[in-house]
């Protein structure tokens, strides 16, 4: 079992930034695999980022070179650092967690982009 909780969404202006955490329950070095994800209103959820114990780490084209994933082992956090921010980036960011079978959610942050 593993329970996140998200923290670090808000209103911000186009062009700026904002960095998410995601805090874990537990070790993340036994969580083979942790991202995020967002949903805007009216739309699926989509993939933002994704990193796993190798380190390797996966962004769709919509955010690559601008959000960022990384983690700090000694606080069980996974960060998203999102830079140039933009109004269709405005949605619910979700962190997700993968263990073996498992997916774990975290309850969402919101993040909204207007000027």
């Known amino acids: 079992q593993v329970q996140l909780v998200e923290s670090g969404g808000g209103l911000v202006q186009p062009g700026g930034s904002l960095r998410l955490s995601c805090a874990a329950s537990?070790?993340?070095?036994?969580?083979?695999?942790m991202g995020w994800y967002r949903q805007a209103p009216g739309k699926q959820r989509e993939l933002v980022a994704t990193?796993?114990?190798?380190?390797?780490?996966n962004y769709p084209d919509s955010v690559r070179g601008r959000f960022t994933i990384s983690r700090d082992y000694a606080k069980n956090t996974v960060y998203l650092q999102m830079n140039s921010l933009k109004p269709e980036d405005t949605a619910v960011y979700y962190c997700?967690?993968?263990?073996?079978?498992?997916?774990?959610w975290g309850q969402g942050t919101q993040v909204t982009v207007s000027s």
């Open positions: 997700r967690a993968g263990v073996s079978t498992q997916v774990y």
């Open positions: 537990r070790s993340i070095f036994s969580i083979p695999t």
């Open positions: 990193i796993v114990n190798s380190g390797y780490t």
